[in-house]
């Protein structure tokens, strides 16, 4: 539990300095930047792969937080099962990412190729955080 508090404290520190509309757009940038990291790192590296892989989750650790608060805010009457679909969605892909990713390597999918895929996602998310924010109208 220190460990989860220690990522989400250091983005609620960084949001006192940072409006959190800006926030809320930089996150999904740093996650496709990690993946898309990920993916060209050299084998002989593993440290960096390590390293950028880190970052990527970082990033989904202090978003995901982000994001539910920001939804509790903006969608009040829904609130409460916001939260738990938002749960959900995020269980549900990180099963996929847990339970795919083998099945992957098996079908021949390297790895890098895998990364590289998820930060298109990572990259889709990114746009869409500016879609979001602009619709809401966040100022701060």
């Given at each position: 539990m220190e460990h989860g508090y220690g990522r989400t404290?250091?983005?609620?520190?960084?949001?006192?300095?940072?409006?959190?509309?800006?926030?809320?757009?930089?996150?999904?940038?740093v996650v496709t930047a990690a993946l898309i990291a990920s993916a060209g790192a050299p084998k002989t590296n593993p440290?960096?792969?390590?390293?950028?892989?880190?970052?990527?989750?970082?990033?989904?650790?202090?978003?995901?937080?982000?994001?539910?608060?920001?939804?509790?805010?903006?969608?009040?009457?829904?609130a409460a099962s916001l939260a738990?679909?938002?749960i959900a969605f995020y269980q549900i892909g990180y099963g996929i990412a847990a339970f795919g990713v083998g099945p992957?390597?098996?079908?021949?999918?390297?790895?890098?190729?895998?990364?590289g895929g998820t930060a298109v996602v990572a990259a889709a998310m990114?746009?869409?955080?500016?879609?979001?924010?602009?619709k809401a109208g966040m100022t701060k």
């Open positions: 404290h250091s983005f609620a520190t960084i949001e006192k300095w940072l409006p959190e509309k800006l926030v809320c757009q930089i996150l999904p940038l440290i960096l792969g390590v390293l950028t892989f880190a970052l990527a989750g970082l990033g989904c650790s202090a978003l995901l937080p982000l994001t539910t608060s920001f939804g509790q805010k903006e969608l009040t009457t829904i738990g679909g938002l992957l390597q098996t079908a021949g999918w390297d790895l890098k190729n895998i990364y990114a746009v869409l955080s500016f879609a979001v924010t602009r």
